[in-house]
């Protein structure tokens, strides 16, 4: 069993490789995971501060509706169902007609 253990010891320069390794996988994190998160963070804080009375929008609850005021503590949205306020953070997207078509293919003319 000692033996075993003896067999396994690392080498003089293993601690020079182990801490590259560290660094290549840290490097790795950064750039796949960490930074475009950043990205798309700022975006989200860009698009929310861009946001006008009268803008359509979704919330990230799914809610669609249009931009009533803007005050300092958060949005008023006007829904079909009444104006209802949330936070700034709450909106996730612009309403576009690329992305929501009104009635689509059942409410052609004919």
């Not at 803008?55 to 609850?61: A, I, K, M, N, Y």
């Amino acid at each position: 069993m000692l033996t075993i253990f003896l067999q396994a010891a690392p080498s003089g320069d293993g601690g020079m490789t182990m801490m590259l390794m560290m660094a290549v996988m840290f490097a790795g994190f950064y750039f796949l995971m960490i930074r475009p998160q950043m990205r798309k963070q700022k975006q989200e804080k860009n698009f929310q501060e861009a946001l006008k009375v009268g803008q359509r929008v979704v919330t990230t609850s799914g809610l669609h509706g249009r931009i009533a005021q803007i005050q300092e503590d958060g949005i008023v949205l006007e829904t079909l169902s009444g104006k209802l306020k949330f936070e700034k953070a709450a909106i996730s997207r612009e309403f576009t007609q690329q992305r929501f078509p009104e009635g689509g293919a059942s409410d052609e003319k004919k």
